[in-house]
């Protein structure tokens, strides 16, 4: 074997002879992304509040309406702000998150993770004490080998604050409910129903111990940033969300590559 292959990966090399990497916009050999293709994907000027998706909200914070409409049921709203970083029919951004996530071209979390850092800071997002990835179901992430939304989070750990890496939690929150991929359910209250109680925080690992950084108990006081690769209605966010206030989280920031456009809140 030639020496420049060693140390790459059966699976790779196969997949890489197979099918030649180009990008998947214009189809320009080497990259799956081109930077000229990358450069048309534009970071969203305006935010909007995460609960009526109407009101516009500096940095996609809770607008007053919703936030008092919380207080006025003795609850806190679980998100504190939602930011999505582009336009899902941007410059074939859907099209680069599907390859993403269903094609396992994981090499894509190198752009699309810049998209995110690029948003949070456009958009001036606290920095978080611990960085949480939205959770797949046990079953799916068996089916699918790896889970994307841990990928973005990997990446902004270690580009959100340049020379600093922030802590993830990747087994902190657990869907302990399997629902049928997302696009599947179009119907917003269905999928809110569907969710209601289907994340938990886990509790402490007996391996891991205090202070391991996997556990719930660590969520006291802390500033969360929710990482997933798209929001269709929200419900998911909300759900990680309210269990990690819960858990003690003080404030949960969400960031997502695109906002999926279907049934909307009425
Ligand atoms: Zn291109
Ligand atoms: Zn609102």
């Not at 606290?126 to 080998?145: A, F, M, S, T």
């Not at 939690?169 to 119907?187: A, E, S, V, W």
Request: net charge positive; glycine share 8%; with cysteine.
């Amino acid at each position: 074997m030639p020496e420049k292959l060693t140390g790459l990966k059966i699976k790779n090399f196969i997949l890489d002879t197979l099918f030649p990497i180009s990008c998947l916009s214009c189809g320009a050999p080497d990259v799956w992304l081109c930077p000229e293709c990358f450069s048309k994907i534009k970071i969203l000027p305006d935010q909007v509040c995460p609960y009526c998706e109407k009101v516009f909200a500096e940095t996609g914070a809770v607008c007053p309406a919703c936030k008092i409409s919380y207080l006025k049921k003795n609850d806190q709203p679980p998100l504190d702000s939602l930011v999505v970083a582009a336009k899902y029919a941007d410059g074939n951004l859907a099209r680069l998150v599907h390859a993403f996530k269903y094609n396992f071209v994981q090499d894509l979390s190198l752009p699309l993770g810049n998209l995110l850092v690029r948003a949070a800071t456009v958009n001036d997002l606290p920095l978080p004490d611990l960085i949480v990835p939205v959770p797949l179901h046990p079953r799916r992430l068996r089916w699918r080998g790896f889970n994307q939304a841990e990928r973005l989070a990997d990446y902004l750990a270690q580009n959100l604050a340049p020379g600093m890496i922030i802590p993830i939690g990747k087994n902190i929150i657990r869907r302990r409910i399997y629902t049928p991929p997302q696009m599947k359910i179009k119907n917003y209250r269905e999928r809110q129903k569907n969710l209601a109680g289907a994340f938990v925080i886990n509790p402490p690992s007996p391996v891991l111990g205090r202070g391991a950084g996997s556990e719930g108990e660590g969520l006291q006081g802390k500033t969360i940033l929710l990482v997933d690769d798209i929001c269709t209605t929200g419900s998911t966010l909300l759900e990680c969300a309210r269990a990690l206030k819960l858990g003690g989280a003080k404030k949960v920031h969400a960031l997502v590559l695109a906002r999926q456009e279907m049934g909307k809140k009425k």
